[in-house]
């Protein structure tokens, strides 16, 4: 329906002296070609547009001898949904105008106050309005198409993934248990220094797919709004203490300094003790693999009014500008070559963060380091059948 398509006009109107008047503006006033059809009964003008002509521009009348009101404008939409419609009225009446054009008409226009170029205008306009209106309603129903198709292959995802993730955690559970009874099996006077090495080396294995395991899942979980949580109370500095001695180890392995400074006096929050230290872990884990030996790594926590707020500081590399809004997507490390891993790591720390209705940030500097500040509410989620 564009301007270099012939015009077609099919007029609706059953008044003689008017149907000549409007034949008469248009001659005078509508420049090039066009192929006018007269119809005096809504009846008529539904055979004409759907006897597989298109490119019509329809002018029509609300009162006719079949049909009144609304119900010409639904008749002529009901057959023709893609025609522009201009209702030509005697009634100058706003309320009946806006029906109109919420029935589907494009203008409406009194009759008594008609002019040839007002009347050409209208119609120029009308079959853009209709054009566009026609291109939102195809964006609109293609977008609907994509979400549709999106959530089942969501939902397909998420079902193979609880499928495959049970299937592989049987059988690492199994290849564990195997390396087990296999240690306990091998004689230790004639056991091999490289056979105890590689069964240790299996074993470690098991636990990185686990964990592995465990991230998809969870990356599942948030995605779908589903992940669950296990609120109590504890003490913040509790929390990151633990957080420290856990991963302790690790950093004197890399020879990284581990540094916490926390506030005297930390609050009780409401939280998952599990996904906190999961949190921070992850943070702590994703600050030593990128920090070298000699460097260091710092985590303080403070109270700020109603909340806590958590930092995770390094010595690292350094994360350049441009990728830092990338930093918490899913997957991201493993499609960057300046990063190693999963990319699982800081995806499901804003998921965990975010469960517990607080929030995460990045702030980094290339060769000087990598800052991440956490912020949770004191009251995160509910406990359970409200205590406390």
Do not use: C
């Amino acid at each position: 329906m564009t301007e270099e398509t012939p015009l077609r006009l099919l007029l609706v109107e059953d008044n003689p002296g008017d149907a000549r008047l409007i034949q008469e503006f248009l001659r005078d006033a509508l420049p090039g070609d066009f192929h006018l059809e007269k119809v005096d009964r809504l009846a008529a003008a539904r055979e004409a547009l759907s006897d597989g002509k298109d490119g019509y521009v329809v002018l029509l009348d609300l009162s006719l001898p079949d049909a009144h009101g609304l119900e010409t404008v639904r008749g002529v939409s009901e057959a023709a949904p893609t025609a522009p419609i201009i209702v030509l009225t005697g009634l100058d009446d706003e309320t009946v105008a806006l029906r109109t054009l919420q029935e589907g008409a494009q203008d409406y226009l009194v009759k008594g106050r008609l002019e040839g170029d007002l009347l050409v205008r209208a119609i120029r306009y009308a079959r853009e309005r209709k054009r566009l209106e026609l291109e939102r309603a195809e964006l609109y129903q293609r977008a609907r198409e994509a979400a549709a198709e999106a959530e089942a292959a969501a939902l397909a995802r998420d079902e193979a993934l609880r499928i495959v993730s049970h299937d592989i955690g049987n059988s690492l559970a199994a290849v564990g248990i195997h390396a087990r009874l296999l240690d306990r099996m091998l004689p230790r006077e004639t056991r091999d220094e490289n056979v105890s090495k590689r069964i240790a080396a299996i074993q470690q294995l098991v636990d990185q797919m686990e964990t592995l395991r465990g991230d998809l899942l969870d990356v599942a979980r948030i995605e779908a709004g589903h992940m669950s949580l296990d609120p109590e109370r504890h003490n913040v500095g509790d929390l990151v203490s633990e957080a420290v001695e856990l991963i302790s180890e690790v950093a004197d392995h890399q020879r990284v300094r581990l540094e916490f400074e926390l506030d005297r006096d930390l609050p009780i929050i409401v939280a998952d003790r599990g996904r906190i230290l999961q949190l921070l872990g992850n943070l702590l884990g994703n600050a030593l693999k990128f920090t070298p030996a000699g460097g260091r790594v710092r985590i303080g926590a403070e109270q700020v009014e109603d909340e806590v707020r958590i930092t995770v500081a390094d010595t690292g590399s350094g994360i350049p500008a441009e990728d830092l809004p990338h930093l918490f997507d899913r997957y991201w490390q493993a499609r960057s070559s300046r990063r190693a891993g999963a990319g699982l790591g800081l995806a499901i720390a804003r998921g965990i963060v975010e469960a517990h209705g607080g929030w995460i940030r990045a702030e980094s500097e290339v060769g000087v380091g990598t800052t991440f500040t956490v912020t949770l509410p004191l009251e995160g989620p509910g406990l359970p059948n409200d205590q406390g």
